[in-house]
């Protein structure tokens, strides 16, 4: 295997610095990170408005994900894992957090660059909206506080 086909973001030192930094600097020892082979997987307990406790998130960095990424790199759509089994207008079918529209313009979008900060954020808040839809009447009629798109892509109708 050549230096090219085995250098990959997520065990690249620099790349790790720069998306932790922030994080770190907030969330310090709590905020872990696991390594696997093509997984990175960072856990961190984030307090979300209106719960007793901390909500242990995973967030995921794939290299080879099992999930269409819909055109963007795997490192600005990793697979965010919290509160498993919540009913919710916006989540995967493998129950991961549906937090942007892929096919959003960057600048709505989180991405790499944005740092680990700014998607624990998102998380967070992506919680409280869920908890706020419940509480409004969840499917009947609940309010999501955010931005939302529509799921999934439309496909090209064939004539």
């Known amino acids: 295997m050549t230096t090219a ?9 620099a790349w790790q610095v720069a998306l932790e930094a922030q994080a770190r600097r907030e969330h310090g020892d709590v905020l ?4 696997n082979p093509g997984l990175v997987t960072y856990i961190v307990p984030i307090d ?11 967030i995921e960095f794939h290299r080879r994900p099992y999930y269409d990424c819909y055109g963007l790199a795997s490192e600005d759509y990793p697979r965010v894992h ?9 989540r995967m079918p493998d129950d991961a957090l549906c937090l942007y529209y892929p096919a959003s313009p960057a ?16 998380i967070r808040n992506h919680l409280f909206f ?5 509480a409004t009447g969840g499917h009947r009629r609940g309010i999501w506080l955010g931005a939302e ?11």
């Open 5 to 13: 086909q085995s250098w990959w973001y997520g065990f690249h030192p």
């Open 32 to 35: 872990r990170l696991h390594l």
């Open 48 to 58: 979300v408005p209106g719960r007793r406790r901390p909500v242990p998130a995973a």
């Open 82 to 90: 919290a509160a498993p089994g919540e009913t919710s207008p916006h």
């Open 107 to 122: 600048d709505e979008r989180w991405r790499a660059a944005d740092g680990l900060l700014a998607l624990i954020d998102l």
């Open 130 to 134: 869920e908890d706020y839809w419940r």
């Open 149 to 159: 798109a529509p799921h999934g892509f439309a496909r090209a109708r064939v004539a």
